[in-house]
């Protein structure tokens, strides 16, 4: 069922996009495959809405929302529910469970980040969390909730950029040390209607199991996530940008002397589909470009124009780059970039003799994506 009854503000500040029936099937397909005796377990989902998640009799449901609450109750009144915020004061006793008691987490917990929360009519309090799960955002908060609760395995959904953005990653703390992925599947965000962006971002439906040894970002670089479309990949088959030059505002180590063009700081690729590339303007957000790095940044400029050859499971990652390839070909990058920013034209000569060919950049992009490129 979909949301109904938040306005829009609401909506956004609860992270209230309901989850369509088939990625429900998709969490209870890893249920049943992983874990035998699944009868042994209570099924929780602490930010339930509607309670797309809750199936059979050993199920509870809480969520912050009365009115969210009310109708899941009348869609499956088998199940046991709670109002409260999830965040705070998290425990067993909050679910009337015990240590002894088997527990398996399920959901869409909201994901938001909370420093731009607009804060409509709900009240201050509704944010309060307890102050070891706290985090910027709040989808990396319930995911401590969970492991606060210390559940046997937690099948959710949540923005892959949790695990491979190292700096997320590491913020997933205490569960990270606990919680190891085990299955997993990737979906695009614009499976919910609501969240009409342009640009999708990657979501995982991620099983993870409690495991002394927890998982660490390596393990995540050499995981093979699959996709929805039947796509497999890697991290670490891919080699990045900000392993040749810097992504980000360089003036404290590049003096104004060896600058030669400005570029806008690079974040990953969803953000560089929006942001500018090459600027007139030196600011807070550019970076110092000098004749030795040039290259790279044409690369990055060009690359631009082909994101809409990526599909959106690689829309949290890096700039890629296949680099022995790149050197090969730079003076194509050069000339294309060129053609985009005639103000280089003092850095970049271009012989009469030089025959350009677009076919040479396309190939290249072609072989960096193999089978991932989307035509
Ligand atoms: C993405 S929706 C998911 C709802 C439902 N599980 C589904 O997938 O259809 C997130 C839910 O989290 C609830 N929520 C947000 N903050 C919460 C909090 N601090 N405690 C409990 N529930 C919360 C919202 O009210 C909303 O119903």
């Not at 640009?199 to 409690?210: G, H």
């Not at 294309?336 to 076919?359: Q, V």
Request: glycine share 4%.
């Amino acid at each position: 069922m979909e949301q109904k009854h938040l306005n829009y503000k609401d909506t956004i500040n609860y992270g209230s996009y309901y989850t369509p029936e088939w990625i429900v099937e998709i969490v209870y397909d890893f249920l049943s495959k992983h874990i035998k005796t699944l009868n042994e377990y209570f099924i929780i989902d602490t930010s339930c809405g509607y309670g797309a998640f809750l199936r059979g009799e050993k199920t509870i449901g809480a969520d912050i929302d009365e009115v969210a609450l009310f109708i899941a109750k009348k869609n499956n009144p088998r199940c046991t529910y709670f109002k409260q915020n999830s965040l705070l004061n998290v425990s067993r006793t909050q679910y009337k469970l015990s240590n002894k008691d088997k527990i398996i987490i399920v959901g869409n917990p909201p994901y938001n980040d909370t420093t731009s929360i607009i804060r409509n009519k709900i009240k201050q309090k509704n944010f309060l969390r307890d102050y070891d799960i706290n985090s910027r955002d709040l989808g990396i908060s319930f995911l401590l909730s969970y492991n606060k609760i210390q559940a046997d395995y937690v099948c959710i959904l949540h923005p892959l950029s949790y695990l491979i953005k190292k700096t997320n990653f590491e913020s997933l703390g205490d569960f990270k040390k606990n919680y190891k992925l085990i299955d997993s599947m990737i979906i695009s965000s614009g499976v919910f209607s609501e969240t009409s962006k342009s640009t999708y971002f990657p979501i995982i439906i991620a099983f993870y199991e409690r495991n002394l040894n927890g998982m660490n970002y390596d393990y995540i670089c050499n995981y093979t996530f699959k996709t929805y479309e039947g796509k497999t990949f890697c991290i670490k088959q891919y080699d990045k940008i900000s392993n040749y030059t810097t992504k980000y505002p360089n003036q404290k180590y590049v003096s104004k002397n060896e600058t030669i063009a400005y570029f806008w700081t690079m974040r990953d690729i969803n953000a560089l589909k929006r942001t500018k590339t090459f600027v007139r303007e030196e600011s807070y957000n550019t970076i110092r470009v000098t004749k030795k790095n040039l290259p790279y940044y044409c690369y990055v400029d060009i690359f631009k124009d082909y994101i809409p050859h990526i599909p959106y499971y690689f829309g949290n990652c890096d700039i890629m780059i296949i680099n022995d390839e790149f050197l090969k070909i730079k003076e194509y990058f050069l000339r294309k970039s060129l053609e985009k920013n005639p103000e280089l034209s003092k850095y970049i000569i271009c012989s009469n003799e030089f025959a350009y060919s677009n076919d040479i950049i396309e190939k290249y992009f072609k072989n960096l994506l193999g089978e991932h490129y989307v035509d």
